[in-house]
């Protein structure tokens, strides 16, 4: 009696499977690589900042030797780093992207200097611009016109106003709000001196209302 014979297995099948394994592994990783080259990096934070900032429309600065163009150009720059959360870091690059003319010349020749020093930052950027383009003559002038500001005869509110002006361009004069609030008061006619004295206000917005109240 012949012996049975038994059903041999077919030769290489388990290699095939393991090789149609590979082949999809290897198709899935090249789409992973694909998706990510053709895919662009998402957006830094310096960019989406300085896109924020493009949005407010800020001023240009040309170098004007101007104090009121000047501090304009900065108090717009200080209200718009705040509004967009801008990093000290980034605000020199972007505040100086908007120079233009003589104030671009200006940073071409000294910015690279002033970046190498320890802490430069934007209050230092600040007062660099206003040592070059506050011209001593100009900021002489304002200040004896401030230290001889009166009221006079004109109301709190324009008095008010020139103070506030002023102020602005020779803060050195009144570092505080004390010697703001000080300053203000000795400026005042004798009347609104003497009762603002008795209600001793604790800052200048407090000792304007408390002296137009007396008009």
């Not at 600065?61 to 101007?66: A, C, K, M």
């Not at 233009?100 to 690279?112: Q, S």
């Not at 320890?118 to 001593?136: C, D, I, M």
């Not at 103070?163 to 300053?183: Q, Y």
Request: hydrophobic fraction near 35%; proline fraction near 7%; glycine fraction near 2%.
């Amino acid at each position: 009696m012949a012996p049975t014979r038994k059903h041999a297995t077919a030769p290489g099948l388990s290699t095939c499977e393991s090789l149609i394994q590979n082949l999809q592994h290897l198709a899935q990783v090249a789409q992973t690589l694909s998706n990510m080259i053709l895919q662009p990096p998402p957006p830094s934070r310096n960019s989406e900042v300085s896109h924020q900032i493009s949005e407010h429309r800020p001023p240009t600065f040309s170098g004007d030797e101007d104090p009121i163009i000047l501090e304009e150009w900065i108090r717009s720059f200080d209200k718009i780093f705040e509004a967009v959360e801008c990093l000290e870091d980034h605000r020199i690059e972007t505040a100086s992207f908007y120079f233009k003319h003589e104030a671009d010349l200006w940073w071409v020749h000294e910015g690279p200097n002033y970046k190498q020093r320890p802490g430069f930052n934007w209050e230092a950027l600040k007062a660099q611009l206003r040592e070059r383009f506050y011209p001593s003559h100009i900021r002489a002038s304002m200040y004896k016109e401030f230290l001889h500001l009166k009221q006079g005869t004109n109301p709190v509110t324009e008095y008010y106003q020139q103070f506030l002006k002023l102020a602005r361009h020779t803060p050195e004069l009144v570092p505080t709000e004390s010697t703001k609030i000080e300053r203000f008061m000795t400026g005042l006619n004798l009347k609104s001196q003497k009762a603002l004295i008795l209600r001793k206000p604790k800052t200048l917005e407090e000792a304007y209302a408390k002296a137009s109240q007396l008009q």
